[in-house]
């Protein structure tokens, strides 16, 4: 089955790092953009960032700009999210998402069609 | 950013009814609207893409219309498994911007 799998949350101190690890299997993932997206306990989807298919192009939400850098390595099939002065707010858990554009057809439409189960961030002392 | 809004924030139907929901951008982004759905404990499920395209696999009940910047999902006969949170998604430009959700659920 197309899939994503993310691993790497915890528990981390305020000001602390992590990095999460995406698997995507199943799919050819070079082809693809990918996300990250957050959501904190009981409360809504909140987009953090995406990267284009070769990872030379990156965006950001202005709330982790500057903190967290999202990168992939198309040989390993992962896309990856290091987090780094983490503030309690960053509590989350965080999916992984496939990006279902086809940018070779000229689709870029950009939406999210190929979801992990998520990994949980808290940050908490 | 774009300001996404959504209504109602949550609705209790019969089931067969038909539902709407809506969701207004703070400015056009022509047809760049994802709805996604999202049960208790899971990941979220993409519905519909480009305002108005069916995701492979997603029953026909689920549809969505419009442009610039008002949109609608409609459910046309409310089923016990659509009990569920709904959000909209701008992808015209970045940050990719949720609405804050639309929880249905059955009367």
């Known amino acids: 089955d197309v899939q994503v799998v993310e691993s790497g949350g915890g528990l981390v101190q305020p000001g602390g790092s992590l990095r999460l690890s995406c698997v995507a299997s199943e799919f050819t993932f070079k082809k693809h953009w990918m996300h990250w997206v957050r959501q904190a306990p009981g409360k809504g989807l909140v987009w953090v960032s995406r990267i284009n298919s070769d990872g030379t192009s990156t965006a950001y939400a202005e709330s982790v700009k500057g903190r967290f850098t999202i990168s992939r390595d198309n040989a390993d099939n992962t896309l990856f999210l290091q987090m780094s002065s983490l503030r309690d707010e960053d509590t989350a858990t965080y999916y992984c998402a496939r990006d279902g554009s086809d940018m070779a057809l000229g689709d870029y439409n950009y939406y999210m069609d190929v979801w992990g189960k998520g990994t949980t961030v808290t940050v908490s002392s | 950013d774009i300001q996404m809004t959504q209504s109602p924030s949550s609705l209790s139907a019969s089931v067969g009814d038909r539902v709407s929901i809506t969701c207004q951008t703070s400015?056009?982004?022509?047809?760049?609207l994802n709805w996604y759905q999202q049960k208790p404990g899971k990941a979220p499920k993409l519905l519909i893409y480009a305002a108005s395209h069916l995701q492979s696999g997603v029953p026909s009940r689920f549809s969505g219309s419009g442009r610039g910047t008002d949109f609608t999902l409609t459910i046309s006969s409310l089923q016990p498994e659509d009990v569920a949170t709904y959000f909209c998604q701008q992808s015209y430009t970045t940050p990719f911007v949720f609405g804050p959700g639309t929880k249905v659920d059955i009367k």
């Open positions: 400015q056009s982004i022509s047809t760049y």
